[in-house]
């Protein structure tokens, strides 16, 4: 099993961002869990960022029929990018939503995902947990 792994814009920032939501822990120690969960798991990982809405639109279309499942936190175009919806929907890739914190208990602006709309399942406010909590429930589905 391949599973693609696609963080959003600020990503990139953990650590330094917001420490308070969202801890002290960078982008690489993020990188590190993810690939250590997939590893003991027994899948295969690819983990990327941008910080570009086209390119992570790009990075899905270039996944069909690469990889048998999406894990994708796209920060805040999440609250924003029909574009990304429309690439998950297009590829037809198993998908898993994820977010360090709990969306639904931040601003009224963030508590609305467009990616809900396509993913089989939304994990929130789990931290970096919530990425294994993802490649398992993939693997299992």
Do not use: W
């Not at 969202?22 to 983990?47: F, M, Q, T, W």
């Not at 969306?103 to 994990?123: H, M, P």
């Amino acid at each position: 099993m391949k599973i693609l792994v696609i963080n959003g814009v600020n990503l990139n920032m953990l650590g330094l961002r917001e420490p308070k939501l969202y801890g002290d822990k960078d982008y690489a120690s993020l990188v590190r869990y993810i690939v250590d969960s997939a590893k003991d798991l027994g899948v295969e990982v690819d983990v990327v960022q941008s910080n570009h809405e086209g390119e992570i639109c790009e990075i899905i279309h270039r996944s069909y029929a690469v990889y048998d499942g999406i894990v994708i936190n796209a920060g805040a175009y999440t609250h924003t990018s029909i574009a990304i919806l429309d690439a998950l929907k297009a590829v037809s890739i198993p998908t898993v939503e994820v977010h360090l914190t709990d969306i639904a208990t931040r601003e009224s602006f963030r508590q609305f995902s467009y990616i809900s709309l396509y993913a089989e399942k939304l994990i929130k406010g789990k931290g970096f947990e919530g990425y294994r909590e993802a490649l398992e429930y993939l693997i299992n589905r």
